[in-house]
């Protein structure tokens, strides 16, 4: 546990150290999600209908920028070789290094969130919907993301073939995260979307650390 | 005590050597020589598990390193070519990490002695990439020394260090072999250490 903390605690430690490469994805969020209401124009109606999929499209998008990240600089410094060394199981440094991502790149997106969907006439209700399925979607994200972040560790071109690696597996994250908003905002319910969510959330945390910690334990070979 | 048996290793199509036995009691250095490509890394990098042999097997204590993974790499410390060190946070700041993730009891007063010991003093709140290679080599003489681990497999440690670094590494190695732990190291140069024995590759 005291591992999982020191390792989440370094990288969230080096972020700050190096703000811009975080900062990127996040502006990334707002300017794509902001060019939509701008692109179409104030047809209000139509805004609130296309918002669940633009929001959640540029969410996948904006944390496809920093996935390349996770394992890269420490494979390239040999930091990576270290924690495969360490006494702690690896599963659980990898565990951490999700947990550091998730806080950094998917957290903010469910906090900016809200403030997006102002500008596509949001209400309230579908405000909340869409931070849920955010606050459950984005870990899924981060978490098959760790797995094409390891896999294409030391390969070159590496981060246009985990664009093409992960993009596919995010499809049910979109499906039911905009889906929710969608049966929101014309009175269906949305229970059933946010199980499912939910469930993908727990498969992706029971299976995806081991099959990260086998992706970089062959990469370092 | 370390030993390796009729270990195999090949890279893509060349077999670099098989059939290589060895053995590192306490107390003992190896130290691993031969020309650029002949094998010492990939020698190295067998001994710790982090990559497999063709054929043959490597026992710490009697057991296999695969068997008892955890109780084998906290007695192990590998230092590479790479130095590992994060380039955005300070050497104390390395070292306090590393001691972390290695599950080492490390306060702040022994991590500053250790890397005032090497010549580090006023440098320790620096980011690591204010410092010079042989700089960033003596942070990791400091983890050598924090680390508290038994067996010690370095890759070329007297690489970018300046002559008294040089001295005060080899006094290092010494005072740890002294005490009982086991070192394996590459080298180009000559090393002056006690109990050295020499694996010509």
Redesign the interface.
Same mark, same amino acid.
């Given at each position: 546990m005291k591992a999982l903390l020191a390792i989440i605690h370094r990288d969230l430690l080096l972020v700050m150290r190096r703000k811009s490469e975080v900062l990127t994805a996040l502006f990334f969020f707002v300017v794509v999600t902001s060019l939509f209401p701008l692109g179409i124009g104030a047809d209000a109606a139509l805004l609130r209908k296309i918002a669940p999929g633009v929001l959640w499209v540029a969410a996948l998008l904006s944390t496809l920028l920093g996935l390349h990240r996770m394992f890269a600089a420490d494979y390239q410094d040999g930091s990576l070789e270290q924690l495969v060394l360490s006494p702690q199981p690896l599963a659980l440094l990898v565990t951490g290094k999700i947990i550091a991502h998730w806080i950094v790149c998917g957290l903010p997106l469910v906090l900016l969130a809200p403030i997006i969907g102002i500008q596509f006439d949001l209400d309230a209700g579908s405000l909340y919907v869409l931070m849920g399925t955010l606050l459950l979607g984005t870990p899924v994200l981060s978490l098959l993301g760790s797995i094409g972040a390891a896999l294409t560790l030391g390969v070159r071109g590496g981060s246009v073939l985990l664009s093409l690696l992960i993009l596919p597996l995010f499809i049910p994250v979109l499906i039911f995260g905009a889906g929710a908003v969608y049966a929101h905002s014309v009175g269906l319910d949305t229970s059933g979307h946010f199980s499912l969510l939910g469930a993908l959330l727990i498969l992706a945390l029971a299976f995806v650390p081991w099959v990260s910690t086998a992706a970089v334990k062959i990469a370092i070979e | 005590m370390l030993e390796a048996r009729a270990l195999a290793c090949v890279r893509g199509e060349r077999r670099l050597f098989e059939g290589l036995n060895l053995t590192v009691s306490s107390g003992e250095c190896l130290h691993v020589r031969g020309e650029n490509g002949v094998g010492k890394t990939s020698l190295l990098r067998l001994l &710790?598990? *982090? @990559?497999?042999p063709e054929t043959g097997e490597i026992l710490w204590g009697g057991l296999s390193i695969n068997k008892d993974v @955890? &109780?084998f790499? !906290?007695e =192990?410390l590998?230092l590479?070519h !790479?130095? +590992? *060190?994060? /380039?955005? =946070?300070t050497a104390l /700041?390395n070292l306090q *990490?590393?001691a +972390? *993730?290695?599950?080492v009891h490390l306060p702040d007063e022994k991590a500053l002695s250790a890397l005032w010991r090497f010549g580090l003093r006023g440098r320790e709140h620096l980011?690591v990439s204010c410092l010079s290679a042989g700089q960033k080599r003596r942070v990791l003489m400091a983890r050598m020394l924090t680390r508290q681990a038994k067996l010690w497999i370095l890759d070329e440690p007297f690489n970018a260090l300046d002559v008294h670094a040089v001295q005060a590494l080899q006094d290092l190695i010494a005072e740890h072999v002294e005490f009982g732990g086991l070192v394996v190291l590459t080298s180009h140069q000559e090393v002056t250490l006690p109990n050295v024995r020499v694996l010509d590759l």
């Open positions: - | &710790t598990g *982090l @990559s497999k @955890s &109780t790499h !906290r =192990l590998f590479g !790479r130095d +590992a *060190l994060k /380039e955005d =946070l /700041e *990490l590393y +972390a *993730l290695d599950d980011p």
